[in-house]
C-alpha cells in the first residue's frame, strides 16, 4: 500500500516483456508511476483490461507497447500524463483536469469513448474526428472554438444537442 513507483516495462527499442500477462493495483493510493511499456504480453490473457480506480493518486501511466484494450482510470485526480496502445477500445477519463500529455497511435478501434472535465490539453474534437463509425460517446465539460457555423460538421450520425 506504500508503493509509489512500479516500473515493470521500457520505453527502449530492444526491450520485450511477454511473460507478464496479469496485473492488479488493488487500492495503491501513494502509486504515482505506472509504466509497463513493451510489456506485450499484458492483454493477452484472460485480462484486457486495467483497474487503476483505486490509484487515486496516479499521474503517470504508461501502457505503450502492450496489448490491453481498456484502463479504469479513478474518478478525479492528478492524472498528468496517459499513454495507451493502439489496441485500446474503451477510453473513459472523468474528472482528470490535470492532464497534459494524452498520447495514442490509433484511436479507429474505440467502441466507447466518455470524456468528462479532462482539460484543455485533451483535443476532444480530434479523438472525435479519429474513433469509428458507431462508437458510443458521452463528452462534458469541453469547448470547441470556430469561427463560422459551416465549420461543424457530423460525419457520422446524427447528433441531437
Same mark, same amino acid.
Given at each position: 500500500?506504500?508503493?509509489? #513507483?512500479?516500473?515493470?516495462g521500457?520505453?527502449s527499442?530492444?526491450y520485450?516483456n @511477454?511473460?507478464?500477462?496479469t496485473?492488479?493495483? $488493488? #487500492? #495503491?493510493r501513494?502509486l =504515482?508511476?505506472?509504466?509497463? /511499456? !513493451?510489456?506485450?504480453?499484458?492483454?493477452?490473457?484472460?485480462? =484486457?483490461t486495467?483497474?487503476?480506480?483505486?490509484? %487515486? $493518486?496516479i499521474?503517470e501511466?504508461?501502457?505503450? @507497447?502492450?496489448q490491453?484494450?481498456g484502463?479504469t482510470?479513478p474518478? $478525479?485526480?492528478?492524472?498528468?500524463? &496517459?499513454?495507451?496502445?493502439?489496441?485500446? %477500445?474503451?477510453?473513459?477519463?472523468?474528472n482528470?483536469?490535470?492532464?497534459?500529455?494524452l498520447?495514442?497511435? $490509433?484511436?479507429? @478501434?474505440?467502441?466507447t469513448?466518455w470524456? *468528462?472535465?479532462v482539460g484543455?490539453?485533451?483535443? %476532444? &474534437?480530434?479523438i472525435l474526428d479519429?474513433?469509428?463509425?458507431?462508437?458510443?460517446?458521452?463528452?462534458?465539460?469541453? !469547448?470547441w472554438?470556430?469561427?463560422?457555423a459551416? *465549420?461543424? /460538421?457530423?460525419?457520422?450520425?446524427p447528433?441531437?444537442?
Amino acid at each position: 500500500t506504500k508503493l509509489q #513507483n512500479l516500473k515493470l516495462g521500457d520505453s527502449s527499442p530492444y526491450y520485450t516483456n @511477454g511473460n507478464l500477462q496479469t496485473l492488479y493495483l $488493488g #487500492n #495503491n493510493r501513494l502509486l =504515482k508511476t505506472l509504466d509497463v /511499456r !513493451n510489456c506485450t504480453g499484458l492483454g493477452t490473457g484472460d485480462q =484486457k483490461t486495467v483497474d487503476l480506480s483505486g490509484c %487515486t $493518486g496516479i499521474e503517470e501511466v504508461y501502457f505503450d @507497447g502492450t496489448q490491453v484494450t481498456g484502463v479504469t482510470l479513478p474518478n $478525479g485526480g492528478v492524472l498528468r500524463i &496517459l499513454h495507451l496502445p493502439a489496441t485500446i %477500445t474503451s477510453l473513459i477519463i472523468r474528472n482528470q483536469p490535470s492532464i497534459t500529455d494524452l498520447t495514442c497511435p $490509433g484511436l479507429s @478501434g474505440i467502441t466507447t469513448l466518455w470524456l *468528462e472535465n479532462v482539460g484543455s490539453a485533451v483535443d %476532444t &474534437l480530434a479523438i472525435l474526428d479519429s474513433i469509428g463509425t458507431g462508437a458510443r460517446v458521452r463528452l462534458f465539460d469541453f !469547448n470547441w472554438e470556430i469561427e463560422e457555423a459551416s *465549420e461543424i /460538421r457530423i460525419s457520422r450520425s446524427p447528433m441531437t444537442m
